[in-house]
């Protein structure tokens, strides 16, 4: 069974702080895809990023920032001088190779303050 | 014009009422899926569906079922509606990417109240 925990239920900062949102993982397979997808308060569902499990690069795009750890099952996410606009819920999910099926965790809340 | 669309946007309906949400795409996608999101719990998988034949259970399909009419339709039903399928209902797509497993495209989401 695959399983995402996503720790941090609200972060709130202020304008131009660094946002990072936590997300731990567990899965049984070896090979498996990572992403991260935003929800405004609009509600749509937004991607951002997609990461698979065999390639541990972190990345920088934009102010968005990644630190993939599959050590210690992590896959965080850093906003780079945050924006009211970045306000929004963080869904941090999980998909095996063959089944394509994603799994979500709870999601963080980030309110950004101008 | 949007990719996914989803209709209704907002219902209203009574205990034990029978409730259709409906999914279209023009991503020409061949997986579809529903979801639904309830506070602090994130989304969970209803049902998938990988092409017009093939329909399978997700996480929590009980007092649901789907048809998929066509490649760019899939719908899911609740034969008799209850107040805890109060939620958010999404329908998304999807294919296989250019690298294997692709980003997951969601519609607009269908807020179902039922009383």
């Known amino acids: 069974a695959q399983k995402v925990t996503q720790a941090q239920t609200e972060i709130s900062v202020v304008e131009k702080e660094d946002v990072t949102l936590d997300c731990v993982y567990e899965?049984?397979?070896?090979?498996?895809?990572l992403f991260w997808y935003k929800q405004p308060p609009s509600g749509e569902l937004v991607f951002l990023i997609r990461?698979?499990?065999?390639?541990?690069q972190n990345e920088i795009s934009g102010r968005y920032s990644w630190n993939f750890q599959k050590s210690t099952s992590s896959f965080n996410f850093t906003i780079t001088a945050s924006q009211v606009v970045d306000s929004a819920v963080y869904f941090c999910?999980?998909?095996?190779?063959?089944?394509?099926?994603?799994?979500f965790g709870a999601g963080t809340t980030v309110t950004v303050r101008a | 014009d949007a990719d996914v669309t989803q209709t209704p946007r907002n219902r209203i309906t009574k205990t034990g009422k029978r409730i259709m949400l409906e999914c279209s795409q023009t991503?020409?996608?061949?997986?579809m899926y529903w979801y639904r999101q309830d506070p602090g719990l994130g989304l969970q998988l209803i049902y998938y569906?990988?092409?017009?034949?093939?329909?399978n259970k997700g996480e929590i399909s009980d007092g649901y079922s789907v048809s998929r009419q066509a490649q760019a339709k899939f719908s899911l039903s609740l034969e008799s509606a209850i107040p805890n399928q109060t939620a958010l209902y999404f329908c998304?797509?999807?294919?296989?990417?250019?690298?294997?497993?692709?980003?997951?495209?969601f519609g607009p989401g269908t807020r179902l109240t039922v009383l």
């Open positions: 998304a797509t999807s294919d296989e990417g250019l690298a294997g497993v692709g980003e997951q495209f």
């Open positions: 899965t049984r397979d070896t090979t498996y895809y």
């Open positions: 990461r698979n499990s065999f390639d541990e």
């Open positions: 999910a999980l998909s095996g190779v063959y089944d394509y099926k994603l799994s």
């Open positions: 991503k020409g996608h061949d997986r």
């Open positions: 569906s990988f092409d017009v034949k093939d329909i």
